[in-house]
């Protein structure tokens, strides 16, 4: 697929309806496989909700930034703001929450450009830790993930249902620092 023009936007209230049914057609393409129905159907109902993208949108502790091509959402990233964890040091840690690309949209580059993006997003918040927990079980992601120097710094269980899952936690190996 040729690649079209991207846009990266901040998301906006009017957005959260399409960003739901991005959100949990981009994760139901990521991990149905995977995981069992019920699962995946008690996961979405509980995060991904029309309701839920737009208080997320709305709070003032996270980001969430939309990419489009040609007027139509192909991918998106939340990050949250000041996100402690276990297994990360460092000031104003930024998680990278969600990272999702339509799966029309591998390969033509959005998710590169997207992740340039967060770096900036994480050094204007004055970052010092970027992080993220990926599903020990993706390997398209890791290594997508390890392209961009994020290194295993530790693990965290991820709830899916009544699954529990390991989550490895990726911190970037150069981290931003304010300019």
Same mark, same amino acid.
């Given at each position: 697929?040729?690649?079209?023009?991207?846009?990266?936007?901040?998301?906006?209230?009017?957005?959260?309806?399409?960003?739901?049914?991005?959100?949990?057609?981009?994760?139901?393409?990521?991990?149905?496989?995977?995981?069992?129905?019920?699962?995946?159907?008690?996961?979405?109902?509980?995060?991904?909700?029309?309701?839920?993208?737009?208080?997320?949108?709305?709070?003032?502790?996270?980001?969430?930034?939309?990419?489009?091509?040609?007027?139509? #959402?192909? +991918?998106? !990233?939340?990050? %949250?703001?000041? *996100? &402690?964890?276990? /297994?990360?040091?460092?000031?104003?840690?930024? @998680?990278?929450?969600?990272?999702?690309?339509?799966?029309?949209?591998?390969?033509?580059?959005?998710?590169?450009? #997207?992740? +340039?993006? !967060?770096?900036? %997003?994480?050094? *204007? &918040?004055?970052? /010092?830790?970027?992080?993220?927990?990926?599903? @020990?079980?993706?390997?398209?992601?890791?290594?997508?993930?390890?392209?961009?120097?994020?290194?295993?710094?530790?693990?965290?269980?991820?709830?899916?249902?009544?699954?529990?899952?390991?989550?490895?936690?990726?911190?970037?190996?150069?981290?931003?620092?304010?300019?």
């Amino acid at each position: 697929m040729k690649a079209a023009a991207i846009r990266i936007r901040r998301a906006e209230e009017s957005d959260a309806l399409a960003l739901s049914v991005l959100a949990e057609g981009t994760f139901r393409a990521a991990f149905a496989e995977s995981n069992t129905a019920a699962d995946m159907q008690r996961h979405c109902a509980a995060n991904y909700s029309q309701a839920l993208q737009l208080a997320e949108i709305r709070a003032s502790e996270r980001e969430t930034w939309l990419a489009e091509a040609d007027d139509t #959402l192909v +991918a998106y !990233v939340q990050l %949250r703001l000041n *996100a &402690a964890s276990p /297994a990360i040091s460092g000031e104003r840690p930024v @998680e990278i929450q969600r990272f999702y690309v339509d799966t029309a949209h591998h390969g033509t580059g959005v998710a590169h450009q #997207l992740m +340039a993006h !967060v770096l900036v %997003r994480a050094q *204007a &918040a004055g970052s /010092a830790a970027l992080w993220l927990g990926v599903w @020990e079980r993706n390997p398209r992601a890791l290594a997508f993930y390890r392209k961009w120097r994020f290194e295993v710094v530790g693990e965290h269980t991820f709830k899916l249902g009544d699954d529990h899952q390991r989550d490895l936690v990726m911190r970037r190996g150069e981290t931003p620092r304010p300019a």
